[in-house]
């Protein structure tokens, strides 16, 4: 097993990872004081895999444990289903001391997250994350939120965790779309800021599609601990957290004007592609590397374009999303692999050429 620290000062925290994890959570809940009372929200599918298990081996271990499911989506992340989970947990007489368990991938966490931040003004929450993004990324670092309508994330807290238990084991029910979407999280870790990690996925990425436990743990370790740092650097995002948004800025606007038919993931690597080749373009990026990326973003079985996305219409969504000074936007582009910078620099008119042309 492995361990990353987030240091936050008071509100720091562990996060745990390796292999058949779950079924000693009761074990790591004593260990950080929990003793009695815990409320697991999870989601239909997940429940099914994993939750009867988990709440037994918690009952062996002495723990009273109810278990509340919502529905799998996306459109669960909301406050009507908050509202609900709020309601439940009143029935239950749920305490400010009593912790609540999410355990699902990142719509649990951010759900189940929201609820632990403002239910009683705060219960402790501890993430257990069972898809590969949850485990490199939504889990670690204290966001959660629900949507507002089609605003994504838009009502939210910041509130960290007491403790991320990441099983490996739990990975190997996942499709391996699921599994491409969490590796498009861990090539951009890679890019910004580990190239050490970034070989490794060179060498590994068809290890890990075969869901080799000791090469899933090894990108979920590094990964883990990039995020760490980064938000230990940054926990309220006003700086270098920044960086975490590589690939996102046009990502996003892939997903929105496909009315997200285009998974985050794939998304993302189209993002990381184009900043790459306008990166490349400004006489920054290597070409020797950007070819590399391209290898690793199609070996993780992720996108190096979208048919028939419509191009005019991004960038005009890109326009109007952000905050564009003199036609520029900002961005995060990749100096080399490992290292990021960003920029205000960066044109429509650039975008849109190295969307349309490629390299
Ligand atoms: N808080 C953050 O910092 C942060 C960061 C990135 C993404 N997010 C959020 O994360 C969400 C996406 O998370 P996701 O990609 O994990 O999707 P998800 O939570 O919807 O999970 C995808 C599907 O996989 C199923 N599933 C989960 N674990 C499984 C397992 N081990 N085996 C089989 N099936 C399993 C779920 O039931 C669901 O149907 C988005 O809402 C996004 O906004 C948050």
């Given at each position: ?18 292999t ?21 929200i999870?989601?239909?599918?997940v ?9 037994q081996?918690?009952?062996?271990d002495?723990?009273?444990v ?35 368990l ?21 219960v ?16 670690i ?7 507002h309508?089609q ?8 509130y960290?965790?007491?403790?991320v238990i ?33 070989s490794?996925?060179e ?9 080799d436990?000791?090469?899933l ?23 270098l ?18 009315d ?9 690597a189209?993002?990381?592609l ?24 199609e070996?993780?079985?992720l996108p190096l374009e979208i ?27 990749p ?25």
């Open positions: 097993m492995k361990r990353v620290r987030v240091r936050l000062g008071r509100n720091s925290y562990t996060v745990l990872i390796g058949d994890l779950l079924v000693q959570t009761g074990n790591h809940l004593k260990e950080s004081g929990f003793t009695d009372r815990l409320v697991i999870t989601d239909q599918p429940k099914r895999l994993y939750g009867a298990t988990l709440k081996r918690l009952a062996d002495g723990f009273t109810t278990i509340i499911e919502v529905p799998a989506g996306e459109e669960q992340k909301s406050l009507e289903t908050a509202a609900r989970l709020y309601a439940e947990l009143t029935d239950l007489y749920a305490e400010r001391t009593t912790p609540i999410a355990l699902g991938g990142g719509v649990i966490g951010d759900l189940a997250g929201f609820v632990a931040a403002t239910y009683l003004r705060g402790p929450l501890i993430q257990l994350p069972t898809t590969l993004l949850a485990q490199v990324d939504s889990s670092g204290g966001k959660v939120a629900v949507d309508g605003l994504k994330n838009k009502i939210g807290a910041f960290q965790p007491r403790l990441s099983d490996i084991t739990t990975l190997k029910t996942l499709s391996p779309g699921e599994i491409s979407d969490g590796l498009a999280e861990v090539i951009k870790y890679a890019v910004i800021w580990d190239e050490e990690l970034f490794y996925l060498s590994s990425l068809d290890r890990i599609k075969q869901f436990e000791k090469a743990e090894t990108i979920v370790f590094r990964s883990a601990r990039i995020k760490a740092e980064v938000v230990a650097k940054d926990e309220r995002d006003f700086g957290r920044n960086i975490l948004n590589y690939g996102h800025t046009i990502g996003h606007a892939v997903e929105s004007i496909t997200f038919k285009v998974g985050h993931g794939q998304a993302v189209i993002g990381m184009a900043a790459a080749r306008i990166s490349s373009k400004l006489g920054i990026f290597d070409r020797n590397d950007l070819a590399r990326l391209e290898e690793v973003i070996s993780a079985g048919p028939g996305l419509d191009v005019k219409k991004l960038v005009q969504f890109m326009k109007h999303d952000k905050k564009v000074a003199r036609g520029k936007i900002r961005f995060v582009l100096r080399s692999i490992g290292e990021v910078f960003i920029t205000d620099e960066v044109s429509l008119s650039l975008i849109e050429n190295v969307l349309v042309g490629g390299r």
